[in-house]
């Protein structure tokens, strides 16, 4: 009686080891966290259950049985409350189904997070790199101001001659201003028998280290990389399509569009020897929605390569009304030699809103610039000066009967720990206004 | 009385056992998602029961079964804690707005 049990024990031993064993390489083999967590749960337990029942046995005094009985009887009753806590766990923390699963039953049922994180959907967008130094004279902190150079106005008045548009370059880079952008672009193009280049591809940043990974990060990053280039291919794609149409529907014009995948700063290179840039609004460097600080528009402003057009809507044609908004920025006494230089809207009526007069240099470039566009023929008129502590939905108001803008940047938000400024003057004009021009 | 076969079963399982150790720290150190992480844990904690056993009877003595029995019970609750974790870490990030 004694051997069979013995026997029995040594059996139950040995099979229950291999069984856990077998568990043992399904975790490692298996190839997603459900399988695996398949293999651990089932076959672990009742490996683990014939070991212990193995032992107990061998053993063979009641309070050993006793003993064994019970930590089977926990094991099994435990592991599946486990496990499955596990497994909603790893649903919901993103785990990547494998390619034998057939469809995800539980889509819409459970909160699953996202690994895919666009840039957009992040909740603390990583800014952009910047090519090129940024623009502090509008700063909320008196220490990063700079005064305006009067040097600066004598350049940019002898440099205000207008050229007439040769090349424009319209930049498909996908969202909800595309369309418009190219529509206003061809246009453009058509009015001024200009060659109208389309560039789709927004800028790609180089594989380099971004810093200390999680757990499993260096597999997932390369993942959202990837995912990041299709739908930013996507994007330019859907926008090269729709540029075909239209301008083979407009035969008259002389247009090509290429595609390019590069670095931000070797795409700015690209964009030189073109004499507008003609952008949709709120596109970021990868062709996905982001703050006006860090859209490509902004970046190419401050690159000043070309005169950067940002469309949001098309305006009514003609433009009647422009808007000039100078601030304390050094950029801001160029604006209206911009204007001319571009040769846009020739016929249209200019306000000149200065922002913060008391500020050293504002009223001194504003009248120069009433005084360079009066020269050159237009209608100028000068309003009165916005405070830096104005209401958004004032100005906004006052700005919906322009066609178009004439900014320095976009924003003059630093962002980050230093942003200060509660609302800036640059970012409600390119909201309000369909059409913005950064000369 | 005895035959003489329990040790020898115990030495092929704890060797079996031991073996089985080597994938589960493979699959824990290699991840690739914390998930699985989670579950080699898990997984070792089943071995580590294993192991007390094996080690009550090779060195003959019941008192390891409790300590089975104690694995048992630490490592449920360490897999229901590791799986709350998971769940609220994610669940707070993707409840976040975005800017």
């Not at chain 1, 380099?208 to 291919?233: D, K, Q, T, V």
């Not at chain 1, 690159?303 to 305006?315: F, K, N, Q, S």
């Not at chain 2, 704890?14 to 989670?38: E, T």
Request: include cysteine; charged fraction near 20%.
């Amino acid at each position: 009686m004694r051997a069979a049990v013995e026997m029995l024990a040594a059996l139950l031993l040995v099979g229950g080891a291999g069984i856990v064993a077998l568990a043992a390489l399904g975790v490692a083999r298996l190839t997603d966290p459900f399988m695996r967590m398949h293999a651990a749960a089932k076959a672990g337990v009742a490996g683990a259950g014939l070991l212990l029942l193995g032992a107990g046995l061998a053993f063979g005094t009641p309070g050993a049985l006793l003993t064994s009985l019970a930590a089977v009887g926990f094991l099994v009753l435990t592991a599946p409350l486990a496990s499955h806590a596990l497994g909603r766990a790893a649903y919901v923390a993103g785990a990547p189904l494998g390619a034998a699963s057939l469809a995800d039953a539980l889509s819409g049922v459970l909160h699953r997070k996202v690994f895919d994180i666009d840039p957009a959907r992040t909740a603390r967008p990583r800014p952009a790199r910047e090519p090129f130094a940024k623009d502090n004279a509008m700063s909320a902190i008196p220490e990063f101001r700079r005064p305006a150079d009067p040097a600066f106005l004598q350049r940019g008045q002898q440099a205000a001659e207008p050229v007439a548009l040769r090349r424009i370059l319209c930049c498909l880079v996908g969202g909800p201003a595309q369309a418009e952008a190219t529509e206003e672009a061809i246009a453009l193009a058509r009015d001024a028998c200009a060659q109208l280049v389309g560039l789709s591809g927004a800028g790609q940043s180089s594989p380099e280290w971004r810093g200390p990974y999680g757990i499993g990060g260096a597999f997932w990053s390369e993942w959202l990389a990837s995912r990041s280039r299709a739908r930013m291919r996507e994007n330019a794609a859907a926008a090269l399509h729709h540029f075909h149409e239209a301008t083979s529907a407009a035969p008259q014009i002389d247009a090509q569009a290429r595609h390019e995948e590069a670095e931000p700063r070797v795409l700015a290179r690209l964009l030189a020897g073109h004499d507008l840039v003609v952008l949709p609004a709120g596109a970021g460097p990868h062709g996905f929605a982001c703050d006006p600080r860090d859209e490509i528009a902004s970046g190419l402003a401050r690159a000043r390569v070309a005169p950067v057009l940002r469309v949001a809507r098309r305006p009514r044609r003609p433009v009647r009304d422009v808007v000039l908004v100078v601030g304390s920025s050094e950029a801001c006494g160029a604006l209206a030699a911009g204007l001319v230089r571009s040769g846009l809207w020739p016929q249209a009526s200019i306000a000149i809103q200065p922002v913060a007069d008391d500020r050293h240099g504002v009223r001194a470039m504003a009248d120069a610039q009433a005084g360079l566009l009066r020269a050159h023929g237009r209608r100028v008129t000068v309003l009165p000066s916005v405070d830096l502590d104005f209401e958004a939905p004032d100005l906004r108001a006052r700005l919906l009967r322009y066609d178009a803008a004439v900014l320095s940047c976009l924003s003059t938000r630093h962002g980050g720990f230093m942003d200060s400024i509660r609302n800036c003057v640059h970012e409600v004009t390119a909201e309000a206004v369909p059409v913005t021009l950064l000369p | 009385m005895t035959t003489g076969l329990i040790p020898i079963a115990a030495g092929i399982a704890a060797a079996l056992v031991a073996l089985g150790c080597i994938p589960v720290a493979a699959r824990l150190l290699a991840g690739p998602s914390s998930a699985d992480r989670v579950i080699a844990t898990d997984m070792l904690g089943l071995l580590g029961v294993c192991i007390a056993a094996l080690v009550a009877l090779i060195a003959w003595h019941p008192a390891f079964l409790d300590i089975a029995l104690g694995i048992a019970l630490v490592g449920f609750l360490g897999a229901v804690a590791f799986a709350r974790l998971m769940e609220r870490a994610s669940v707070a990030t993707a409840q976040e707005p975005a800017e």
